[in-house]
């Protein structure tokens, strides 16, 4: 009974990975870049979803909504302003970049929120379900956390692949130049990327607020790393790896706090991400690249 | 005829070489009087050391990401494993070798090995993969040596020294000493590193480093940067000269760490994290790729700023940010650099040569 409520556990914490991971590798598959400021982005949608909810006393609902909206507009004024100029740039400019803007969303919550901790309200206020006569309970979150993944892959993977703006995306991954003479707008369609990313990141900081309920300027850093870590493990570029590698490192990691050590569940992740890297240097789902002379 | 070569400066690179040289022993002269005519303020005068150790760290990962052309995103974890290995080094000899300059010079002799070591057991993995999958590896090593470090405990007695990993199981007999305390990490450190130590160990980094740049193995190096393929179809072995680099890259970085930990009375392993990987990335990005120069100038400018924007107190890290992101997007700008390469007198002579 153990087994299955830590694998219930680790599948609701990897959604939230796998949530956030669709923002890096979605990025990265179409701008060729590491977005390390994703993971604050995660914390500025849990802000503004704590005031929400807990200071204007609005439905959780809602609140998540305006998370979502504001993280959007967040993303996008970031991407005007500090990205778009570098788009020629060398990329590890593009990165120190990102790095820079991390800093600065960072430092800007600390101004606005303080570094105390807050407390965040659940968005569910119902017990949890029992299950085999009270021996397995699972709370409300931990359902909602994983109905809520499966949704955003499903409506992601139909937008990608059944509309014509995510047919833009796949050919601006695969190639800008051309995509660029078959008259798409690879700017636009970059920029629409992170206002998906962005606004995903806010739903994910809803939810692992929810979970883990305290509330920092720096909450959401080590999540971003490790969702980044499980963007390269299911194949950077890949929405389904992102999933796969984001509920699989939830898993391992909910294992190894339980079975191993709580000390080390970041040590054995990452062991297994350089173990899978050797093996599959593309990440589980990724496509391995033959270069040609 | 070998002085005649290293004095004959028509080669640009030599040039480089020698402005470099001259500049950071001008620049130790300079701080070393201002310091001792009691100029420097005592803020400025703790950050000499941190500043020699982040200069030796800009050169150590310059020679992975500007020469070698890899990304390397977890390079504090080699300078945690010289900072733990150098310091406990240090306590156990300080019994027996009571001259502290000696002291340091093997601890941080014992810190890069260490280091050698770790970047030798990372590098086998590591090298195989390319491009940004490298990078993450990298991150995960620097987070798994962080973790590991977090939890090793490291104790000194009559009978020899004991080790244990989670819980403090050395059980040490009367009179030992607990070195590394797991999460609370080294404390009661004796402070031995000095200026001159810094200076020392910046000028041996460089000297290494621009003869390794300037050999064989050196232009091996930039060739496989350049072009994998090319270069190995005409016979350089591309395995070997990146674990080279990358060994001797983190024999530095431990070296500098040890110098950076024996500044201090207590080190933990939670300071040498993903941000620390960052900031020495930092330094390498804004002073230029494969300028070791820069890198250094780099270093020593955004160690001082963080301490220089002390006055605007609250907003002091968010400025840092807005001058991190400007300082890339007008380094970026095509128009600036454009600008800048018209007032360069040496224009015409470098474009001849």
Not at chain 1, 121 to 131: D, Y
Not at chain 2, 112 to 131: C, D, E, H, M, Y
Request: charged residues 10%; hydrophobic residues 55%; glycine residues 8%.
């Amino acid at each position: 009974m153990d087994l299955l409520r830590h694998f219930i556990n680790g599948m609701s914490l990897g959604s939230i990975y796998a949530i956030i991971a669709l923002g890096y590798t979605m990025v990265y598959g179409i701008a060729k870049m590491l977005n390390f400021a994703h993971g604050d982005v995660i914390m500025v949608g849990a802000y503004v979803c704590f005031y929400a909810v807990s200071r204007y006393k609005l439905p959780p609902f809602v609140g998540v909504a305006l998370a979502v909206l504001l993280c959007t507009i967040l993303g996008i004024i970031v991407e005007r302003l500090a990205y778009k100029p570098l788009r020629q740039a060398p990329s590890l400019a593009v990165l120190i970049t990102a790095i820079g803007v991390s800093y600065f969303l960072q430092n800007t919550a600390l101004l606005l929120w303080s570094s105390n901790p807050k407390i965040f309200p659940s968005i569910i206020k119902r017990a949890s379900i029992k299950l085999f006569g009270g021996q397995l309970s699972i709370s409300h979150i931990t359902i909602l956390t994983i109905v809520t993944c499966v949704l955003i892959m499903i409506v992601l993977n139909l937008f990608v692949n059944k509309t014509r703006l995510g047919k833009a995306m796949r050919a601006c991954s695969e190639d800008k130049g051309a995509a660029l003479l078959m008259g798409i707008n690879v700017n636009a369609t970059i920029s629409m990327t992170f206002a998906i990313g962005s606004g995903l990141a806010a739903i994910a900081g809803a939810l692992l607020c929810s979970a883990y309920p305290t509330l920092m300027p720096t909450t959401g850093a080590l999540p971003g790393i490790k969702a980044f870590t499980a963007a390269v493990f299911g194949g950077i570029g890949s929405i389904s790896g992102a999933l796969l590698g984001g509920l699989l490192l939830g898993v391992i990691e909910i294992f190894a706090k339980a079975y191993i050590s709580s000390q080390l569940s970041d040590a054995v992740v990452f062991a297994v991400l350089i173990i899978v890297l050797l093996v599959k240097p593309a990440g589980l789902l990724g496509k391995m690249t033959q270069e040609k002379v | 005829m070998a002085l005649k070569k290293f004095i004959s400066l028509k080669r640009s690179e030599n040039r480089k070489v020698f402005i470099t040289y001259i500049a950071v022993i001008a620049a130790f002269i300079i701080c070393q009087g201002l310091s001792m005519a009691g100029l420097l303020s005592s803020s400025m005068q703790g950050m000499l050391v941190p500043i020699c150790a982040y200069m030796v760290m800009a050169i150590s990962l310059n020679l992975v990401v500007g020469v070698s052309g890899e990304l390397s995103l977890g390079h504090a974890g080699f300078m945690s494993v010289g900072a733990f290995s150098g310091v406990a080094a240090a306590i156990i000899m300080q019994n027996f070798i009571t001259y502290a300059p000696l002291r340091l010079a093997l601890a941080m002799i014992i810190g890069a090995l260490f280091a050698s070591i770790a970047g030798f057991l990372i590098g086998v993995p590591v090298l195989r993969l390319k491009g940004d999958y490298l990078a993450i590896v990298t991150l995960a090593f620097g987070e798994i040596i962080k973790s590991i470090l977090n939890n090793f405990f490291l104790g000194i007695d009559q009978n020899g020294l004991h080790m244990s990993m989670l819980k403090d199981t050395t059980n040490l007999a009367e009179g030992g000493r607990l070195i590394i305390r797991g999460p609370m990490g080294i404390n009661g450190i004796t402070k031995i590193s000095t200026f001159i130590a810094g200076f020392i160990l910046v000028m041996i980094a460089l000297i290494i480093v621009f003869n390794l740049v300037n050999s064989r193995l050196g232009r091996a190096l930039m060739a496989i940067r350049d072009d994998r393929i090319a270069a190995e179809s005409i016979g350089l072995d591309v395995t070997k000269s990146k674990m080279t680099a990358f060994v001797i890259s983190a024999a530095l970085a431990g070296a500098a760490g040890c110098l950076f930990a024996m500044n201090y009375f207590t080190i933990e392993a939670r300071k040498f994290d993903f941000n620390m990987s960052i900031l020495i990335l930092v330094f390498v990005v804004l002073g230029g790729q494969g300028n070791f120069l820069g890198s250094m100038i780099a270093a020593a400018a955004l160690t001082i700023l963080p301490e220089k924007l002390r006055e605007f107190a609250d907003y002091r890290m968010l400025l840092y940010a807005v001058i991190l992101i400007m300082a890339m997007l007008i380094s970026n700008n095509d128009e600036i650099k454009y600008f800048f390469r018209k007032l360069n007198p040496f224009r015409n002579k470098q474009e001849a040569e």
